[in-house]
């Protein structure tokens, strides 16, 4: 189980780690805390060094309730971090977070090596055919709406049976336009409750035997850790930890995170679990 990375053939065989870089004012974690060059590279440096195998630049917030801003804003936020990230770092991997086929190129073009989309094309009709021909892996996740209304959007009769179906067009879509690499996130606490991203979490290895497709894993920090232990996301990494070792377990081959040397050493910890019963 490979993708292509700028020639760089990535075995997803043994899981990796995903870095998460957000370069806007409101996520609901980190926000505003790297939009100056001199924080995100401190930030990318330290991903880098502890392990991370992606960093992920997102500039446009997809928390609930956040902020619509304009293209433009997205890819002033975006590009000069990217263009000094891939300057200071030649080597480093890195997948844009949007849902914008401009965006997308730009940062393609600029240098980085996967696109990341919350909507799996659904946001902008130009999405498949635009990464089908950059030829770079396509993270495609699950969700209903848009980060604006998709809180509104959590009734379903069967969550997994909707996610199962949702993943199985896209990707015959994906396929039809030549996309090869295909990462599928079943995106956790977009459009979905709590308790809806925990029946998804304990069906993980259902999915990923359906699909086909290596997944990626993103709990950090988020409501379904938070919430449920009746604290702030700033106290949300241990919590954190505890779902990205049952994901591990399941069969996750991407952990995306803001805390990076945790993930790490929980990917270690599962795959000598797994050799000490083989």
């Known amino acids: ?150 809180q509104q959007k959590t009734d379903y009769d069967n969550v997994l049976k909707e996610i199962l179906l949702y993943f199985s067009e896209r990707t015959a879509a994906a396929r039809a336009l030549g996309i090869i690499d295909l990462i599928v996130d079943p995106g956790f606490g977009f459009s979905k409750t709590p308790e809806q991203s925990f029946e998804i979490l304990n069906q993980l290895e259902l999915l990923q035997t359906i699909v086909e497709l290596p997944i990626l894993a993103g709990v950090s920090r988020k409501s379904m850790v938070y919430k449920t232990l009746g604290l702030t996301p700033d106290e949300a990494l241990n919590g954190t930890t505890a779902l990205n070792t049952i994901a591990l377990q399941k069969g996750a081959s991407i952990l995306r995170v803001h805390d990076v040397k945790e993930a790490i050493q929980c990917i270690k910890l599962v795959e000598m679990l797994k050799c000490s019963g083989s």
Not at 84 to 93: A, N, Q, R
Request: glycine letters at 6%; hydrophobic letters at 45%.
């Open 1 to 150: 189980m490979t993708i292509n990375c700028k020639g760089k053939l990535i075995d997803l065989s043994s899981p990796v780690v995903m870095g998460i870089l957000n370069l806007t004012p409101d996520s609901f974690y980190d926000g505003g805390k790297f939009q100056d060059d001199r924080f995100a590279l401190k930030q990318v440096e330290k991903m880098l060094f502890e392990g991370a195998m992606f960093v992920d630049l997102g500039a446009y917030s997809s928390r609930p309730n956040a902020a619509h801003i304009s293209e433009k804003e997205e890819l002033q936020r975006l590009m000069p971090v990217l263009h000094v990230l891939i300057k200071e770092f030649p080597e480093i991997l890195v997948s844009v977070d949007t849902f914008r086929s401009v965006v997308a190129k730009e940062a393609v073009n600029a240098g980085a090596c996967m696109v990341n989309d919350i909507s799996a094309g659904m946001l902008d009709d130009a999405m498949l055919k635009t990464v089908a021909t950059l030829h770079v892996p396509y993270i495609m996740m699950h969700m209903r709406g848009t980060p604006q209304t998709m």
